[in-house]
């Protein structure tokens, strides 16, 4: 009987001891930078020759607002902005397999989505040493199921952040010439 009860006792704490390391695994993936971290970094960021950080923090707010983004936080003594927009997300493709799947498998299978919010952060940082002052931005969106379900991602598209700088470099040297 006392063998019986100490296999079940090893039994309950080998399963525990799992549990944890599968929670241990999760915890860990939380806030874990993406995989080609460096890529993304080189993708955010850009130097402009100038020493006026306001000047380009100026032009950031202009570009981000002809983006149709809306600032929400603006710090110009630490060089930070925050803003974000509403967008649809809905994709003909997505609704039209979901509605496949709802004929399938029954209306609670279709999922689609239905808007996004999309984040930006932008932090401008004085080069010591040089007469460069560097942009990183960050974009990110948060998107909303028919289900009321949300889901977060890092945007990672090149182009999203080509087409950004160039925008942001005419409009640093705009604001440049008329100071």
Avoid at 12 to 20: D, F, G, K, P, V
Avoid at 98 to 104: G, R, Y
Avoid at 117 to 142: C, G, H, M
């Amino acid at each position: 009987m006392r063998t019986r009860r100490n296999l079940a006792l090893g039994v309950l704490l080998a399963i525990s001891l799992t549990a944890c390391l599968d929670a241990n695994k999760a915890a860990m993936q939380i806030g874990k930078p993406p995989e080609d971290v460096v890529k993304l970094r080189s993708l955010e960021t850009r130097r402009y020759d100038t020493l006026d950080e306001r000047t380009v923090l100026l032009a950031s707010t202009q570009t981000l607002q002809d983006l149709g983004f809306t600032v929400s936080e603006s710090a110009p003594g630490a060089g930070v902005l925050v803003a974000s927009k509403q967008r649809d997300a809905r994709e003909t493709g997505q609704v039209v397999g979901a509605i496949v799947l709802a004929v399938l498998f029954g209306v609670n299978a279709a999922v689609w989505d239905e808007e996004q919010t999309i984040n930006v952060t932008l932090v401008t940082t004085p080069i010591a040493n040089s007469k460069q002052v560097e942009v990183r931005v960050a974009f990110d969106r948060v998107i909303r199921n028919n289900k009321q379900q949300h889901r977060g991602e890092l945007v990672q598209d090149a182009e999203v952040y080509r087409q950004f700088f160039e925008k942001l470099s005419a409009g640093v040297q705009l604001e440049g010439q008329q100071v």
